[in-house]
């Protein structure tokens, strides 16, 4: 036969297959002829195989005939009977068709009573002469010396059938195990190789040989250290040698095979068949005859019902082959036919987004759609693809916005620049004044994020100015978010936003929801009029205001109004629903936002556990936009933390969170940084560093002064620093910023700073005019939801009482105090009280480990969320916790309250309302 190649490699692992061979000849040298027929893929080793065994023979003294049909010789008669004696026989003489015999004779003459074998590579190219010869032959061999073998690449279901049904037996050749492909390439290489090096040469190639061959040959010939690095760079680029085979194979099936696997390659995944015939162009007929045989020799596979090529290797092979752009214009076909053939969205725009302009309408309105459901499934990635694409598309200047603004809210946290380019893209073509008015909000959000706060608002500026007389609405929306920004990132007032905000404040018709969250927001600041704040903000809440745009400020501030009002319950419930909808859109921005005013409402709720866990979640998402981004709410879910740490007695972990908010720089001198500098006044002043804390303290309230903030509920640092005051014994500075204090909360009306202003008075009293203080601070805080205050204000009653000698009053307090501390988590108080508890001669009682008393802050809130009948998805969804944690907290609620499942729960819970 005429080809040469490295036998060794292509017989590597075929062992078996030999010691078949070898068996069969051994029965037909016993005189029991017979045939064998090995079927394999090209590159498999047929020829290497049948070589080997006709070998094996010559030297156990047979006769070898050995012939190799060629598909240009189909239609020469006799030419594959020509080569088999030619090699043994000089004088050939073609015999007559009707003369089969003659050669018979002629062969048994030869072999002169030697056993004989008879080998043809590739029998399907066999010309029809020499076919039925060999028909001929294996009819008459059952009694003889002789073994026939045959190779062929072709399913033998398209082989003459009269010729196949001769052959006795059949082997049917695979690709190589992994194992033997490891020892194949460590032979190759000439050094051992690791096993995950020999699998990934398996995958690429499905074990076959010649594919093998080629690229251990590449990777060798590279000079590198053997790696899957290597490898995979030889796997993108495949060697020449790989692609000439290919060529050659495909050739062999005749017209369309080469196009219809080129349409498959271009595809990159499994497709429907009757699509890649009809994007190939060609007969239906045709092209199930081309798979069939393409499947047979593993070319193509099937995948449930659908196509693809195999192994990798030949996807690569046939993508290189292709000539630049090809692909993409299979592709804008294919998405043609599918888009008239009325195929689901997401097929058509597989192929539109690999495709190229298709330079159609239609095109736009597929990709978009496949967008939005990517986005709804939280696969962003898709989503910028798909609507990235839309943009190559033709479409209005109203529509293509539209498109960047969506791609916008979708782009990866840490990209905040493409972002911005988009919007500021947007702005430039966008002829609707809502297009806008989105694009310049959300604008302004990620400009923030960057700490270019002045730009952000000369944004939303430019945009509001022209839209006054074509929407007033929408401009009142843009220059309240203005108001807002500036008032709460600035590091002092803006003249010109607090003119606008002044006639706000004298505006009498609020019907505009963003003017009476202004107007809200002012009344806060100032301490008045807390009760027509709540009802503005309410209603502007219920109307979904704040959720047209999960970049604005208006949601947060409106929930943090309703916190500072007191209105706890109801600021949570709001806050739950913006992390809930932040987690629907898939909102990084309005996400963060969102947890850090739900940590705020969660800390003066009292729920240190659910309050540390917002404001770790609201760092770790502002973390996704770069370590030198930082949200003005950052300050306040980092001030949460640090407080509620402190609360803990983990001083330490305090101090560590202040400091990476802070890293080198100062306090920033906005109103949220307020937030942060109150906090850091309170750590020092809990680590003995009284001075310092006051300090802080003192600056915070100057700072507020500046921007006209004098409402204590905001935070309460007159309070604070009136306790470290009195720490200090400097009583009257205390009872000064106290009784300020008092009387501001009490014009702002709510029951949380009366109560802690009252407490801090008693601080500064003494004897037995601290104890009515601290009774009226803890009557107050009765009427409230701040668990926490009213905790702090029984211990301080308790020690109060033990200091005067009252005794059993003091236990019943401390006991309270110990009680609710110790279900809002805040460890370092249930000590306090605990210790009160001896010095007041009691022996404390030992913490429980059953009923409500025993459930940890975050149990008791799962539990009641689940007695109010939310379900396990809905209740994660709300904590912004996994499921299994939901499940697992349940366990432990069911455990301790000794219960069989939540419909038990509804007649254990309190109501949460006092």
């Not at 945009?463 to 929407?471: G, K």
Request: hydrophobic content about 45%; aromatic content about 4%.
């Amino acid at each position: 036969m005429s080809r040469q190649r490295g036998e060794s490699v292509y017989l590597a692992g075929r062992s078996g297959e030999l010691g078949s061979i070898d068996e069969l000849r051994a029965e037909a040298w016993g005189g029991r002829g017979t045939g064998v027929l090995i079927q394999g893929a090209t590159g498999v080793g047929r020829t290497a195989l049948l070589r080997a065994a006709c070998e094996r023979a010559r030297r156990a003294g047979a006769l070898v005939f050995e012939a190799e049909a060629d598909r240009l010789e189909t239609d020469c008669p006799f030419g594959v009977v020509r080569q088999l004696f030619e090699g043994v026989d000089g004088s050939w003489r073609a015999p007559g068709l009707d003369e089969p015999h003659e050669l018979y004779d002629r062969a048994m003459d030869l072999a002169a009573g030697r056993p004989m074998v008879v080998a043809v590579d590739d029998l399907h190219w066999s010309d029809e002469a020499s076919a039925r010869w060999l028909a001929y032959l294996l009819r008459r061999i059952h009694g003889r010396r002789v073994l026939v073998i045959a190779t062929t690449s072709l399913p033998t279901d398209v082989i003459d059938a009269g010729l196949v049904s001769r052959f006795d037996h059949e082997i049917v050749l695979e690709g190589l195990r992994t194992e033997a492909v490891v020892d194949l390439a460590g032979e190759t290489l000439g050094t051992p190789v690791e096993k995950k090096f020999g699998a990934s040469c398996h995958q690429a190639t499905d074990g076959n040989p010649l594919l093998l061959h080629a690229v251990l040959r590449t990777v060798r010939e590279s000079g590198r250290p053997v790696s899957r690095a290597v490898l995979s760079e030889v796997l993108a680029s495949p060697p020449p040698d790989v692609l000439t085979w290919l060529r050659r194979t495909l050739a062999t099936y005749g017209p369309g095979a080469g196009e219809l696997v080129e349409v498959i390659a271009a595809f990159g995944e499994p497709v429907e068949l009757d699509l890649a015939v009809a994007t190939a162009e060609l007969a239906t007929e045709r092209a199930a005859h081309l798979v069939d045989a393409l499947v047979a020799v593993r070319l193509l596979r099937w995948c449930q019902d659908r196509v693809s090529l195999r192994p990798p290797l030949v996807q690569a092979a046939v993508l290189a082959g292709l000539e630049p752009g090809a692909g993409k214009v299979l592709r804008a076909r294919a998405a043609r036919l599918l888009h008239a053939r009325g195929a689901p969205p997401t097929d058509i725009a597989a192929q539109l987004v690999r495709s190229g302009p298709l330079g159609e309408p239609w095109a736009a309105d597929v990709l978009c759609a496949v967008a939005a459901k990517a986005t709804a499934e939280d696969d962003s990635d898709r989503a910028l693809d798909h609507l990235r694409s839309a943009l190559r598309e033709p479409m209005s200047s109203q529509r293509r916005s539209e498109v960047m603004v969506r791609i916008a809210s979708v782009q990866p946290p840490a990209d905040i620049a493409s972002a911005v380019d988009y919007l500021r893209r947007a702005l430039d073509i966008a002829p609707d004044i809502a297009v806008r008015a989105a694009a310049a909000r959300r604008l302004a959000g990620l400009l923030c994020l960057s700490q270019r706060h002045q730009e952000g608002m000369r944004v939303l500026r430019n945009v509001a100015e022209p839209a006054r007389d074509l929407s007033p609405d929408v401009a009142v929306t843009l220059e309240v978010e203005e108001a807002l920004l500036g008032m709460f990132h600035l590091p002092s007032p803006d003249l010109a936003l607090i003119r606008f905000a002044d006639r706000v404040d004298r505006t009498e018709e609020l019907e505009n929801d963003a003017l009476g969250i202004l107007w809200s927001v002012r009344a806060m600041m100032s301490g008045r009029q807390r009760q027509q704040a709540t009802e503005l903000l309410s209603r502007a809440l219920d109307h979904g205001l704040s959720q047209v745009n999960e970049a604005s400020l208006h949601h947060p501030m409106s929930v943090l109004t309703l916190a500072v009002a007191g209105e706890l319950e109801l600021a949570l419930h709001h806050a739950d629903k913006a992390v809930c909808h932040a987690r629907r859109t898939h909102s990084a921005l309005g996400g963060a936002r969102a947890l850090a005013v739900r940590s705020e409402v969660n800390y003066r709720l009292g729920r240190l556990d659910e309050c540390r866990n917002d404001a770790r979640a609201c760092r770790e998402t502002l973390v996704q936009f770069g370590t030198r981004r930082a949200d003005g709410m950052a300050m306040v879910a980092a001030a949460r933390l640090a407080d509620a740490l402190v609360d803990t007695g983990d001083l330490d972990a305090a101090e560590q969170v202040i400091a990476v908010a802070l890293g080198e720089r100062p306090v920033p001198a906005s109103l949220f940084g307020t937030w942060l500098l109150a906090s850091r006044g309170r750590l020092r002043q809990a680590r003995g560093e009284i001075r310092e804390g006051v300090d802080d303290l003192l600056e915070t309230g100057r700072r507020l002064r500046s921007w006209q903030v004098t409402n204590p509920a905001i935070i309460p640092w007159r309070s604070l620093a009136g306790l470290g005051y009195a720490a200090m014994g400097m009583n009257s500075a205390a009872c000064e910023l106290v009784e300020e204090e008092l009387t501001l909360a009490r014009q702002w009306g709510s029951a949380q700073a009366i109560g802690m202003a009252l407490r801090a008075a008693g601080r500064a009293a003494k004897g037995s005019a601290g104890v009515t203080l601290f009774r009226e601070a803890a009557a107050v805080l009765t009427r409230s939801d701040a668990s926490l205050e009213h905790a702090r204000a029984l211990a301080d009653l308790g020690t109060a009482l033990r200091k005067t000698n009252q005794l059993a009053d003091a236990r019943h307090h401390l006991r309270q105090a110990a009680t609710s501390a110790q279900r809002c988590g805040a460890e370092a108080l249930v000590r306090f009280a605990r210790a009160e508890l001896i010095a007041a001669g009691a022996r404390p009682r030992s913490q429980a480990h059953c009923g409500l008393d025993s459930l940890t802050p975050t149990e008791h809130r799962v539990a009641r969320l689940a007695a109010q009948g939310l379900s396990n998805r809905e209740i994660s969804e709300r904590l912004f916790v996994v499921r299994r944690t939901v499940e697992l907290h349940l366990s432990s609620v069911y455990r301790k309250l000794g219960v069989n499942g939540r419909a038990d729960l509804p007649a254990r819970m309190p109501s949460d309302r006092k």
